[in-house]
């Protein structure tokens, strides 16, 4: 009997409660059932909102940022650094140098001639320019001994070209930009992206096992740590490596 009385009286208090503490007189009729906390609707937005907040950030990874001076004697993270950046460096030249669309005296320069004095840029040994919209002109006057040099790093670049020599002249004919030839240098854009990301992974399998053999001295969790940094600097070089080639592939699909 008293147990029942208390279910009916339950509305009346709830009211009550609600009018008290200033909220919305309205009540949702579930927290009336029994059993069913008496709380104002506001209250239970509230609540839903922080719970469903926390859900969302559970299980998400801080970010490990962890002071070079710190584990200096563990591995030196700006030495990893170095290299992650050597690798994404030889990316960006692997995409001027063989990624070049052929329809610009720029797309030759950094075409490597070898010669008895080492290996140099074309654009330093001649002078680039375009004598008509099909025909690049090479102008050797200045270094005619690398002339054939020349002509040979052109034929054998990976823009399969066809130069003709004349003197100290290169001509190099451009060739139609077809949309099979732009979708191939795509391909190998991707292609020098996984390699890009390949050595990536190198530098930090290495330097994980490098972390790993020092174990003396160091806890565990300052390890751990230290993994942890070095797997986020890969996955930031990672990224980078997307982000370029998402910008090279629009750039040679127009």
């Known amino acids: 009997m008293a147990a029942n009385g208390l279910i009916r009286l339950r509305p009346l208090l709830c009211g009550t409660l609600v009018r008290a503490l200033g909220c919305p007189t309205r009540v949702d009729p579930t927290s009336l059932l029994p059993g069913a906390p008496c709380l104002p609707a506001a209250a239970r937005a509230r609540l839903y909102a922080t719970n469903k907040a926390k859900a969302k950030t559970k299980g998400r990874s801080s970010k490990v940022n962890i002071s070079a001076a710190l584990v200096e004697d563990i591995i030196s993270l700006e030495e990893v650094k170095e290299d992650m950046t050597g690798v994404l460096s030889t990316l960006k030249d692997d995409f001027t140098r063989n990624l070049g669309i052929r329809t610009s005296p720029g797309a030759l320069d950094h075409i490597l001639v070898s010669t008895q004095d080492g290996k140099f840029p074309l654009n330093q040994l001649g002078q680039i320019s ?4 099909q025909m690049i002109l ?5 270094f005619p001994e690398a002339t054939a040099a020349a002509a040979r790093a052109l034929k ?15 001509k190099v ?3 139609k930009v077809t949309r099979e030839h732009r979708e191939n240098l795509v391909k190998t854009a991707k292609q020098l992206s996984n390699k890009a990301k390949d050595s990536l992974r190198r530098v930090r399998s290495s330097t994980v096992a490098q972390v790993k053999k020092s174990k003396e001295g160091h806890s565990e969790d300052v390890l751990r740590l230290v993994e942890k940094q070095i797997q986020q600097m890969a996955d930031s070089f990672s990224a980078d490596v997307d982000n370029h080639l998402a910008v090279k592939t629009k750039e040679l699909l127009g």
């Not at 375009?130 to 919209?133: E, I, V």
């Not at 090479?138 to 200045?142: G, H, I, Q």
């Open 173 to 175: 004919l451009v060739p």
């Open 156 to 170: 054998e670049s990976s823009m399969k070209l066809n130069p003709e020599v004349d003197g100290s002249f290169i």
């Open 130 to 133: 375009m004598k008509s919209p």
């Open 138 to 142: 090479v102008n050797m006057s200045s």
